[in-house]
């Protein structure tokens, strides 16, 4: 920066500041000057801004191609369907904008109305909810892992260690383990690297052979210790050299293909795992808890482990990326451990690593990556120890996502009864009354019916009825007493005399009432016999006056109150309406 100049920041205030400060200045709460010093917001903008001279809104340099609203909708979509397992790659939207500007034949600057770079770095800017990220792949199956098929699992185990008399595993950490297998490459990415701008062949030599990968074993404890490894490789005979360079207390893994087999897992469970732990005298029988791999599930091993005090226990098939402490914690810290110490060898020399050299660099990483922390939080995060079904992260599971994304997609098209209510009240206030009185005393089959208003007032009134209130139960006593009934309530009445004629009275008469799961509007209790033939299960007999013995009914009254909350949308459908019917007839 040349002397006696200065970076100039063009705005020290954010948005929200700017909102804040413009309400107190209109609420009165502040002087414009007060305001100014309060937020570091400059008078004059506030007073441009105030006296309508400069929209609200900040805006600088030109017009988007897409409009806010069209770019609010693409943030969305882009949200939603990251929420649901399928994030988009940035040409999948780049795209999508395409075929949307030819479509609607919209002048822009892009090449084939394709936008490029510039443009997806502007947008994000725009949208800071949304970012570039590398995804966690995970397989059709894993995706359909429920909350429900988890808590399952919790149960089935807590059951399975009941009836072997051992539940009392799952209150020492010590006796509770998890193993598992990894790979890793003797060659990882690196990531970003520096290099010349705009240098288009831009190159870095590997170190070694770029996709062979190592199997490693791990097992841990929930009390945070973990033991020896076996690193697997694809050898009949184990080479010198490298058998010299492991620990005396690691495993060495053999197998054709370098990939864990039930024989090799048998040998370590039999010469590694539980040596380890009849060495550090654990309690016996442990819970080893494994993924459901074919080498895990052997004849062999099954009688060791039986014989040996060892509970075999299988993880809930595709949920050990929820489920298995290994990998929801510890293994993410070797292999970060894993590339660090790989760059620091590749600082130092330039020999590339292979099997003979793998062993004492792993080794660094483990010790590095593996500490008791990291292994009691992948416990706890997984719910294994304490365990708790409910410190379970369930907002990975994918499903959960998607009942999410549905619930809350029904709630936004939800209308409430008292909604309906209102819209009811306000769609009668408007339709000519003997037109109304029609509605009411059609039958289904009938002309009217057919008719478009009809069904949008049906469907209302229906809607009307609907039970949304909690119910609250009153006695014979309290209702003659004070008729005391609240706004979009229940009132039981129960062992009633029909015929009383408090209950009869003109007040409760207009109540709609519902009997059997049907709803009865100003019904007549003293001439119509559906009421002196319902619900007749009850020993007590009652009279109604006329010489019939009559059993007591359970009946709901129905009182329908006023709502303030009113859904502006649907009124305004249902006056236009109203008004094109009331056009059609020429009344």
């Known amino acids: 920066m040349e002397k006696g100049t200065r970076k100039y920041k063009r705005f020290q205030y954010s948005d929200d500041d700017l909102q804040n400060a413009l309400e ?5 709460k502040l002087s414009l000057s007060a305001v100014s010093r309060k937020y570091g917001i400059p008078k004059g903008p506030l007073f441009n801004k105030i006296k309508g001279k400069v929209p609200l809104i900040r805006k600088m340099g030109p017009d988007t191609v897409l409009t806010v ?4 909708q693409l943030e969305k979509w882009i949200i939603e369907k990251a929420l649901l397992g399928f994030p988009m790659h940035p040409d999948e939207l780049k795209d999508s904008v395409q075929r949307v500007l030819k479509t609607i034949n919209r002048p822009n600057p892009f090449v084939d109305d394709r936008p490029g770079r510039k443009w997806l770095k502007l947008f994000l800017n725009r949208h800071p909810k949304i970012t570039q990220r590398s995804a966690e792949i995970i397989s059709k199956a894993r995706a359909s892992v429920s909350e429900a098929g988890i808590r399952n699992w919790f149960q089935e185990l807590n059951e399975y260690l009941q009836h072997e008399n051992c539940a009392e595993i799952l209150n020492d950490p010590s006796r509770i383990f998890n193993g598992d297998e990894t790979g890793l490459q003797t060659c990882p990415k690196t990531g970003k690297l520096l290099g010349p701008k705009n240098y288009r062949n831009f190159y870095e030599i590997a170190s070694g052979p770029e996709k062979e990968c190592i199997t490693v074993l791990c097992t841990f404890s929930a009390a945070g210790d973990s033991a020896p490894p ?15 360079s492991f620990p005396d207390d690691w495993g060495i893994g053999r197998s054709d293909s370098g990939w864990m087999t039930s024989a090799t897992f048998y040998e370590y469970i039999a010469n590694i795992f539980l040596p380890w732990i009849l060495k550090r005298h654990i309690k016996l029988p442990i819970l080893l808890l494994l993924d459901g791999h074919k080498s895990h599930i052997g004849m062999d091993l099954y009688n060791l482990c039986t014989q040996k005090g060892i509970m075999l226990y299988c993880l809930l098939p595709n949920a050990t990326h929820i489920l298995q402490p290994c990998d929801v914690s510890v293994f993410k810290s070797i292999k970060v451990h894993w590339k660090e110490i790989v760059r620091q060898h590749k600082q130092k020399t330039t020999k590339s690593i292979t099997k003979n050299t793998f062993i004492p660099l792993f080794k660094k ?8 922390s990291i292994i009691k939080h992948g416990f706890r ?4 120890f304490p365990f708790d079904a409910d410190a379970v992260d369930y907002s990975r599971c994918i499903s959960k996502r998607r009942e999410e994304q549905k619930n809350n997609s029904d709630k936004q098209n939800t209308i409430d009864v008292s909604e309906y209510q209102t819209m009811l009240k306000v769609m009668e206030y408007h339709i000519d009354s003997e037109l ?3 509605f009411k005393s059609s039958t289904i089959g009938s002309e009217i019916t057919e008719s478009p208003l009809f069904n949008m007032w049906k469907t209302i009134q229906e809607g009307s009825n609907k039970e949304i209130a909690t119910e609250t139960v009153h006695d014979y006593n309290q209702i003659v007493s004070n008729n005391n009934i609240q706004d979009n ?5 129960e062992m009633i005399d029909l015929s009383n004629e408090i209950f009869l009275s003109e007040e409760l008469m207009r109540l709609p009432v519902e009997i059997d799961g049907v709803v009865y509007e100003n019904a007549d209790f003293n001439n119509d016999p559906t009421f002196s033939n319902v619900n007749r299960s009850s020993d007590v007999d009652q009279s109604d006056g006329k010489g019939q013995k009559m059993e007591p009914v359970r009946i709901k009254v129905l009182h329908q109150g006023e709502s303030q909350n009113v859904c502006h949308e649907i009124l ?3 006056i236009t309406a109203v008004y094109q019917e009331v056009a059609k007839k020429g009344t």
């Open 24 to 28: 107190e200045i209109r609420q009165k």
């Open 381 to 384: 995060k997984c719910g294994i």
């Open 572 to 574: 305004e459908i249902i």
């Open 69 to 72: 609203a069209e770019e609010a």
């Open 489 to 493: 309530t229940f009132i039981n009445i």
């Open 436 to 438: 109304l009185l029609k």
């Open 365 to 372: 990483a483990y010790e590095q990556g593996v500490q008791p």
């Open 230 to 244: 076996m690193v697997v490789f694809p050898y009949k005979r184990i080479p010198r050299d490298i058998a010299v």
